[in-house]
């Protein structure tokens, strides 16, 4: 990890950070300084998440929310506040997957997806910027997914990857002139416990439909959201940066 040029008394609200991608990027940001609140609808596994970050005598925070609730993710942003004094970096990474073949999909496989993926983002994003806006400064990354170039059976998570891009853009315009910039980040396949999950002649076809030949990790995401953060980085908004190892160029979805 290089050196951090981030100013260590901000603080970064990352959600769906108890595990896999959301907290290798909170822990990545901790571990250069930021104070980090973790947000995440389950609550066994954000406790633990934030004690082995605070272990490390890492500042870190928790809040339990369900991130598609307007009224709980308004309550939860005023509650950091509260406790940091503010809110300067905000990564939406909280994410649902049904992948299934469209005409077998029901409404709720489709709510759930919409509404995790990118109803959380509205309502994240609508809670931190107007605390951003007042200090003339923010970050926000939003995670997307290179899904959202179209996926079979993805219907739902690719309309809703997409909505983030679509999202991100619109918001990089509006809050320009603020001091706020607002980026995306579009992962390929990565090491997370629903990778694990697959056989392994299914793992081992993923890695080999990658052009570098390897599964990505929590810490290329991670990297990838810093460079964003980063002070030298002011000069960049509204884009999306693909994190896949290069089959955003030419591979199939998943």
């Not at 940001?29 to 973790?38: E, I, K, M, N, P």
């Not at 605390?131 to 970050?139: L, P, Q, T, Y």
């Not at 908004?237 to 290069?246: A, I, P």
Request: charged share 20%; net charge neutral.
């Amino acid at each position: 990890m290089t050196t951090t040029r981030f100013d260590t008394t901000q603080v970064a609200a990352v959600t769906g950070a108890a595990r896999g991608i959301g907290f290798g990027i909170a822990a990545s940001l901790a571990r250069q300084g930021l104070t980090v609140a973790l947000l995440d609808r389950d609550g066994a596994a954000l406790d633990e998440a934030v004690g082995t970050l605070a272990a490390e005598g890492l500042k870190v925070i928790g809040a339990t929310v369900d991130l598609t609730d307007s009224t709980a993710v308004n309550d939860a942003f005023a509650s950091i506040v509260d406790r940091t004094g503010r809110i300067d970096h905000l990564v939406n990474n909280a994410g649902a997957v049904r992948d299934m073949r469209f005409l077998t999909m029901r409404d709720e496989d489709w709510d759930v997806v919409i509404d995790t993926n990118l109803r959380s983002q509205f309502l994240c994003c609508r809670a931190a910027l107007p605390g951003m806006v007042e200090r003339g400064f923010g970050r926000i990354v939003n995670i997307s997914s290179r899904a959202w170039l179209g996926g079979f059976g993805q219907a739902n998570y690719s309309a809703a990857k997409g909505g983030v891009v679509s999202l991100t853009r619109s918001l990089a315009i509006e809050f320009a002139a603020k001091g706020v910039t607002v980026n995306a980040v579009a992962p390929g396949i990565v090491d997370t416990p629903l990778f694990r999950n697959f056989t392994d002649d299914v793992q081992a076809r993923l890695r080999k439909s990658v052009p570098v030949q390897r599964i990505g990790t929590a810490d290329d995401i991670a990297n990838a959201v810093a460079f964003f953060l980063d002070p030298l980085s002011s000069y960049v908004t509204g884009q999306t940066l693909y994190v896949c190892g290069g089959r955003s160029l030419s591979s199939p979805s998943v």
